[in-house]
């Protein structure tokens, strides 16, 4: 059983399990499917819009598939829900990305 498969076998159990659906769109973007995991991740944003490294994952797909501003609109989005949640970390991994996109 492949790790996609694996995953698709929780996320039945826990279909809004945040970490699964993540987990999920990271396989899934790394077989060459970004914008199956753009939509996974934008479903995950919809229910649990503090899941701060989906925010950044977002981004960085819809950069890489060429929607710029999108991807600008969701770092600066995933900017602000990492500030509030103290996560000085990831804001600052966002904050170099959105830099680099100009």
């Given at each position: 059983m492949s790790r996609r498969e694996k995953i698709e076998t929780q996320l039945q159990a826990s279909p809004q399990d945040s970490f699964l659906n993540y987990a999920w769109a990271l396989v899934v973007a790394g077989q060459g499917e970004p914008q199956l995991a753009i939509g996974r991740l934008q479903q995950l944003l919809e229910w649990d819009a503090q899941y701060v490294p989906a925010w950044f994952q977002l981004g960085q797909l819809q950069a890489q598939v060429g929607s710029t501003d999108d991807a600008r609109k969701t770092i600066v989005r995933g900017i602000e829900v990492a500030r509030r949640a103290g996560d000085s970390h990831a804001e600052?991994?966002?904050?170099?990305?959105l830099e680099s996109l100009g």
């Amino acid at each position: 059983m492949s790790r996609r498969e694996k995953i698709e076998t929780q996320l039945q159990a826990s279909p809004q399990d945040s970490f699964l659906n993540y987990a999920w769109a990271l396989v899934v973007a790394g077989q060459g499917e970004p914008q199956l995991a753009i939509g996974r991740l934008q479903q995950l944003l919809e229910w649990d819009a503090q899941y701060v490294p989906a925010w950044f994952q977002l981004g960085q797909l819809q950069a890489q598939v060429g929607s710029t501003d999108d991807a600008r609109k969701t770092i600066v989005r995933g900017i602000e829900v990492a500030r509030r949640a103290g996560d000085s970390h990831a804001e600052g991994e966002m904050r170099g990305f959105l830099e680099s996109l100009g």
